[in-house]
Every structure is written in structure tokens, then in C-alpha cells.
């Protein structure tokens, strides 16, 4: 009976082990199908966590560290004390998008927080090195590496919580003021780059009717795709190895697979109000065409509006006619 028990610990902490140390080597690295740390600062950010390569190197350190010594059995509540730090974190970001994880919602975090409360609880059991050490786990030190783990977490939200854009402070409404001239400056260098190129596009373009319908798609589709839903969107796409994203929300991907992960997962941390589209630019040859959008996007925070203005270059190749 007492080797079922110890299997049965040694499964749970193989198994958290590499599943913790698994999400820990994608977030500093591009092994395991891992984006790297500008891909996991870009989809932290998007969740509203402040400190981009920093914050995203610290949990993907922590996970790493966790995750071996979780799996080797040694010093296993500080193990347990540094997952359940870090995925209190990631439920905090995660809590707005409710329980499952289709969702993005806090199922998956949560029950990593459980497991590791569990394996501090029960201890390694005897197939460890902190059997092997004679390092004796008490009621003592499984619930304070629960409660460190707690503690640090839920201390660490506030921390890593992206401030407003701005409050009814005089510091606040100062950036609010720089942002807003930077915003005009960005407007005004548009409106002379329309004034360029407007005369030259009605004169020289004409636009397909195809091409038209299916730039009212694709609007129609980003515009769900600001409100949280990347589906439309991606349902536009071509699916092949070659489709390819690069942007602000995460360096470049390349197929299908991987940049429909990114905007989908993007698409969740999006809550604009409005959606709105201005062509810049566009050009159609054949079977690829071009446009260049200034794209405007609002949101009411606290009473007050917010904008948001990007200009979007997009390139478009006709897959199989259609």
C-alpha cells in the first residue's frame, strides 16, 4: 500500500513538473513551440500585466526552477510555494474571461494552484531526494509554502497590474495630454499622407467588386474581432503554411496554426466600444492586392473616452480563385 502512495505522489509531481517546466522553457524560448520572451511580453501585456520582458522572464524563470525541483522531489514545498505564486498571477489576469479554458478563463492556472496544494500537502513521498536527504516535511512547512505561495502571488498583482492610461490625477492627466498631442501628431502626418494619395488612387484604381466585398468582410470581422470574438476573422484567412502576422501583438508568425493561436488568444484581451477603418492605400494586381488603413478605435474608461489609432499595412493573395 505504501508503494501505491509513493507512485501515486511520484506521478503527480512528474506530471506537474512537466507541465510547469514545459509553459516556463516556451516563455523564454522558442523550444517546445514557445514564442520567446517578446512573444509572452506582447500576450502579457495584453492581459493587462505591466513589465514586459521583465515580468515575462521572472515567470518563466520561476516556472523552470519550480518545475525541476518539483520533479526531483527536493526541497518540494519551495517547489509548490513557486507554482502556486505564479499561477495565482496568471488567474488574476485570466479571472475577467470567466472558468474555462476556451475561454482563457482560469481553469487551467487554477488547477495547477490545486495540484501544488496537494503535493505540499502530501509531500513528495519516499521516491524523492528529499527522502533520500532525510529533509522531513511538517504541517509547519506545507501550509507556509502554501500560504508563501498565496502571499507572493496576490501581492504581486497589484504590482504587475498595467496602470490606467489616466485618473483624475493632475500626473495622470499630464500623460493623458502627451498622448492626445501624439495622437494628433499621428493624425495630421495621416492627413497628409491621405492628401498625397487620395488623388492618385480615384484617378489610377479601380477597385473589383469582388475585392470590395471582401474588404467589408474583413472590417466586418476585425470589428468582432476588438470585441473579443477572433472566429469571422479567421475564417478569412487562407489556412496554409504561408499565412503570416506580424505586428504589435507579438513579433511575426508563420502558418495557420500559430497565427490563429495569436489572434485568437489576443482577441480576448480586446474590449473596444467602436471599430473604424480609413483606406489610406490600396492597390489590386491580379491575384494580390494591398492596403494601408488607419484604423481608429474607442472605449469609454471611467467616464471619459478613450481612442486608440494604428495605421495597419495588409498584404492579400487570392487562394485557389476564390
Known sequence: MANLANAALLLLRITLSLVVLGHGIQKV????GGGGLAKEAAILTHDGVRGGRISAAASGVTQIGAGLICGLGILTPLAAAGIIGVMVVASSTKFKNGFWVQNDGIEFP?????????????????????????????????????????????????LLKQRPSRSKSDSSNGRRALEMAAQRRRGDAALRYRTQVADEM?????????FEQFMGECHAALTQQTKGHSES?????????????????????????DVSALLSHVSKSLNWDTWEAETLALH????????VELETMTRAVEGETEQMVLRASQFYRRVDGS
Do not use: N
Open 233 to 257: 476573422l479567421l475564417a478569412l484567412w487562407s489556412q496554409t503554411p504561408e499565412d503570416t502576422v506580424f505586428a504589435a501583438v507579438g513579433g511575426y508568425q508563420i502558418g495557420f496554426d
Open 110 to 158: 487554477l488547477f495547477l494552484v490545486f495540484a501544488a496544494t496537494i503535493l505540499a500537502l502530501a509531500g513528495p513521498g519516499a521516491w524523492s531526494l528529499d527522502h533520500l536527504a532525510s529533509i522531513h516535511r511538517t504541517i509547519a512547512t506545507s501550509v507556509g509554502a502554501i500560504g508563501l505561495g498565496v502571499v507572493s502571488g496576490s501581492a504581486s498583482v497589484p
Open 202 to 210: 480615384e484617378e489610377t484604381m479601380t477597385v473589383p467588386a469582388d
Open 29 to 32: 524560448s522558442f523550444r517546445l
Open 284 to 291: 489590386v494586381e491580379g491575384d494580390v492586392a494591398y492596403t
